[in-house]
């Protein structure tokens, strides 16, 4: 079954770190463009950061600065490192393609931020 799988989430004080995992299970990941994206409670789903399949990024500005996506095609995994974390960062956090999006989304992994 095509499927994504993310963790590392946790609970973490203002200022914090966490890196998140993802792996996908799809064949073509190595050319896949991959993001991630959050879901706060109360608010949609939004797109937080993009690596291309030739490794070009980008982020929404609210994370610019302080998160770093990165790939691993070897193992079919796409990263975020997130530092200097905010309360307004706690969400779910999922990932996907944004350009041949799975069918099915994760589970997620859940961030918290708080002191």
């Known amino acids: 079954q095509v499927q994504l799988v993310e963790t590392g989430g946790g609970l973490v004080q203002p200022g914090g770190s966490l890196r998140l995992s993802c792996v996908a299970s799809?064949?073509?990941?190595?050319?896949?463009?991959m993001g991630w994206y959050r879901q706060a409670p109360g608010k949609q789903r939004e797109w937080v950061a993009l690596?291309?399949?030739?490794?070009?990024?980008n982020y929404v500005d609210s994370v610019k600065g302080r998160f770093t996506i990165s790939r691993d095609n070897d193992k079919n995994t796409v990263y975020l490192q997130m530092n200097s974390l905010k309360p307004e960062d706690t969400a779910v956090y999922y990932c996907?393609?944004?350009?041949?999006?799975?069918?099915?989304w994760g589970q997620g992994t859940q961030v918290t931020v708080s002191s």
């Open positions: 799809r064949s073509t990941f190595s050319i896949d463009d």
């Open positions: 996907n393609s944004p350009t041949a999006p799975y069918e099915y």
């Open positions: 690596i291309t399949n030739i490794g070009r990024t």
